[in-house]
Structures are given as structure tokens and as C-alpha cells.
């Protein structure tokens, strides 16, 4: 453990703006990773803040940011009632900044990372939805990373079956999502998906092209 990997609680809590207790209420509810006793992952501090602007923005329930995801793809979301489509269509076409769609979208999925064995990695990747970054003109990862979706009923038995182990710095993420998972399948594919994910790497690269593929969505849809 290196104080480059890992943060105290309090250096936490400076780190996102907020007070000891709250840090260690993040910790206890998984928004954040603890990864031992007064001890918290770097890497999902940073995710954390990026996924969700400290500000009184409010996510949108998980099959209205899906909806959202489709609009902006240009397909359907016919799961929604024509009010509430009305309302999410008049929402997006008033959206002007990227934070305020990351912060919107957040709770399509929960972010989950592991650690897996590299036996297990193709039986992996035939059973998670992986996002499609060549739709952001990226090349598909080569390396023994996964960052797909997967249906959260199918969590348990994926980690089961695969010996799955839970780990902040795992090589494997898994975005699971309790939506419609052929809904999911299908809009995974998009560029917007893609975007979505990248928006909130910590890889600075990714960060900056999710951003300009997700403004560009914004202004076209407008």
C-alpha cells in the first residue's frame, strides 16, 4: 500500500470537499471504495468525482437516463409514457453542460471493479455488454481490462461462476444495471454509451474525447 494508491479518510474527505463523516458514509454505502479499516481507494475517489458534479443536480431514475441515452442516439425509448418522454425531450434540449448529462445519466448502472483470473476474461467478455469506443474513433483495448455492462441479475452468479474478487484496483468493470438488459444491449452499441463511460475515466485521453463526443450530442440534439 502506497499513500499513491490509497487515501486516509480525512485526505478523503478534502479530496471531494465534504466532511469526515459524510467521506466515511460514501465509504460504508460503496460509493466509494474502502479497501481497508480508515483506508479508501484513489482511483474511486476519482471516479467518483467524476461521475457527479458536487452541486444539487439530481440523477435521473434508471430507465429515464436510459431513455436519455436513447433520445440522444437518435432510437426510440418506447418504455417511457408519452408525459414523461415529452418532459425528457424538453429536459436534453435545455442541457448545456457535460457535467449536468454525466450527473443526470449516473444511475443507468453501478460501477463494480474486480479482480479476475486472465482464464476467465474471454467467458467474460462473451457475457457483458462492452462499450463500443470505436464508435468514439478509438481502438478496442488489447490488454487484460474489461469494461463492460451487465444485467443485475446475473451479477451473483457471473462472480460465482468466473470466482469474480471484488477489488478497487481490479482490472475488470462491471456497470450493472437492473434495465432492461436487450434495451441495454442494443444502445450499448452507440456512440453516446461510449461516450458516457469515457466522460468519467480517469484516463485524461478518454476523459476529453467522452466530453467532446457528449457536447457535440448535446448541441445536435438541440
Known amino acids: 500500500m ?20 459524510h467521506a466515511r458514509r460514501l465509504a460504508d454505502t460503496g460509493a466509494i471504495d474502502r479497501v481497508a479499516r480508515g483506508l479508501v481507494d484513489r ?9 457527479q458534479r458536487m452541486g444539487r443536480t439530481r440523477a ?8 436519455a441515452v436513447a433520445m440522444l ?11 414523461q418522454a415529452s418532459r425528457l425531450r424538453q429536459s436534453l434540449r435545455e442541457l448545456t453542460e ?9 444511475d443507468r448502472a453501478q460501477v463494480r471493479t474486480f479482480e479476475a483470473h486472465r482464464a476467465a476474461l474471454p467467458r467474460l467478455r462473451e457475457v457483458v455488454a462492452l462499450s463500443n469506443t470505436r464508435a468514439l ?7 487484460a481490462t474489461i469494461d463492460g ?19 478497487p484496483t481490479g482490472p475488470v468493470t462491471l456497470r450493472v444495471t437492473g434495465f432492461d438488459f436487450e434495451q441495454v444491449r442494443a444502445l450499448v452499441d ?8 469515457a466522460a468519467t475515466s480517469t484516463d485524461p485521453r478518454l476523459r476529453g474525447v467522452g466530453r467532446r463526443v457528449l457536447a457535440d450530442s448535446l448541441e445536435a440534439y438541440r
Do not use: C, K
Request: charged share 25%; no cysteine.
Open 2 to 21: 502506497t499513500s499513491r494508491e490509497f487515501l486516509t479518510i480525512e485526505e478523503t474527505a478534502n479530496a471531494l470537499g465534504v466532511s469526515a463523516r
Open 43 to 51: 482511483g474511486s475517489v476519482d471516479r467518483y468525482l467524476q461521475s
Open 60 to 67: 435521473w431514475a434508471e430507465h429515464t437516463a436510459w431513455g
Open 73 to 83: 442516439a437518435g432510437q426510440d425509448a418506447d418504455w417511457l409514457g408519452a408525459t
Open 98 to 106: 457535460v457535467d449536468d448529462l454525466l450527473t443526470r445519466t449516473r
Open 137 to 143: 474513433g478509438l481502438t478496442d483495448a488489447v490488454d
Open 149 to 167: 455492462y451487465l444485467a443485475a441479475s446475473d451479477l451473483d452468479r457471473i462472480s460465482r461462476d468466473l470466482s469474480l474478487r471484488a477489488d
Open 190 to 197: 452507440t456512440s453516446v454509451v461510449a461516450a458516457l463511460d
